[in-house]
């Protein structure tokens, strides 16, 4: 397979970027209307501000979904974007959740494809970054009624970023939240739209103020199971060794349906370790934690990859995960699939898509985008 060129642009991009903040030159958009459907082709066009009807369905009444996943530079330096086929199925269940149109597999894929084709080379070797694509679709009718929009935009935009916390697996601080809930049976909670997060900031900065890194969401019904950290997906090592058993909470309609708590549990099952999906208490999780039951606990996402947890605060006090430090199960899966990410292990699952296509051949729209 051809090596995909780096470009002038990727000896520009700092070693450690903001998460977030540092944005490639070119974004692809699609759009939808109920007369028409979808728009055949991606368009690829210059990063750039909209102009957009300030009576914009979204803006109003919240129809925006999103997604997030991750392109790598390999080892033989072609670039692959981890399980995009995964992404594009839970962008259409979030986008089913909110009534809002389903954007076909092929075309999610056809605008990965024509971002990372233009902007992949923004990639350099060094193996502390990987660039986000964020997948991005938002109701667009100039219209305040109660009801579906008729018409939607889709776009896909990306930054190049490092680890979420850190570009080593450093163990992070959470409290648990009892004041709030991230999400309740019947509600959002498996769907990745906009207002999830926003209703997540004040739980966050309750965590920052109280010292730590995260929040950890609880059952919105009984207030004791322990469901999410933060944005991310938890997980709980029993034992330790080759016979330590891999443990998450069960997706109860409540949690995100996690492409890398997935690809996980079955990368952990092959490493010969069991797994289970399981809902656990908080008073659980300390109590195994105190007689060294739980020897580990960590966190994954896209964004954070695979994250150790060291420390927990409740309201009536906190504990250790282990020593503290991350454990030897965190960092075989953590390596297990960064080396899959950088091509230094075969991909048995067909998960990493690759791309080979040179940078010049697409077609760039340089018009000005305005939706009313």
Not at 144 to 149: H, K
Not at 246 to 269: C, E, F, I, K, Q
Not at 344 to 352: F, S
């Amino acid at each position: 397979m051809t090596q995909y060129p780096q470009t002038e642009r990727s000896r520009q991009v700092t070693r450690r970027p903001a998460f977030g903040e540092q944005f490639t030159d070119h974004m692809v958009m699609l759009t939808w209307t109920a007369e028409a459907g979808w728009t055949d082709t991606p368009q690829v066009m210059p990063f750039g501000d909209l102009r957009i009807s300030p009576a914009m369905a979204g803006l109003h009444y919240g129809q925006v979904v999103f997604e997030g996943l991750k392109t790598y530079r390999r080892q033989d330096g072609t670039l692959g974007t981890f399980r995009p086929d995964a992404h594009a199925r839970r962008f259409q269940q979030s986008a089913r959740r909110l009534a809002m149109p389903e954007l076909p597999d092929e075309l999610f894929i056809q605008a990965v494809d024509a971002f990372v084709g233009v902007d992949g080379g923004v990639l350099s070797a060094d193996e502390e970054v990987s660039l986000y694509l964020r997948p991005l679709m938002f109701a667009t009718e100039a219209s305040l009624a109660l009801r579906p929009a008729r018409a939607y935009t889709f776009l896909l935009m990306g930054f190049v970023t490092g680890g979420f916390f850190s570009n080593r697996p450093d163990p992070v601080s959470v409290l648990i939240s009892r004041e709030y809930s991230r999400a309740a049976p019947g509600g959002t909670g498996q769907a990745k739209c906009a207002g999830n997060y926003a209703g997540a900031f004040l739980a966050q900065r309750a965590a920052a103020d109280a010292g730590c890194q995260q929040v950890v969401w609880l059952d919105a019904v009984e207030n004791r199971w322990v469901e999410e950290m933060g944005g991310m997906n938890l997980f709980f090592v029993r034992g330790a060794g080759p016979g330590a058993t891999v443990v998450t909470p069960s997706l109860t309609g409540t949690l995100l349906p996690g492409v890398t708590r997935d690809s996980l549990l079955t990368l952990a099952g092959e490493r010969g370790h069991a797994v289970t999906e399981e809902r656990i208490s908080v008073e659980q999780w300390r109590k195994e934690c105190e007689e060294g039951v739980i020897s580990e606990t960590f966190a994954c996402g896209t964004a954070a990859l695979v994250t150790p947890v060291g420390h927990v605060r409740d309201a009536d006090g906190e504990w250790l995960v282990g020593a503290g430090q991350p454990g030897p199960v965190t960092i075989e899966l953590r390596t297990t699939l960064t080396d899959l990410h950088r091509g230094r292990t075969a991909d048995a699952h067909g998960w990493i898509r690759c791309h080979d296509r040179p940078v010049d051949a697409l077609h760039v729209n340089s018009e000005e985008q305005t939706y009313t």
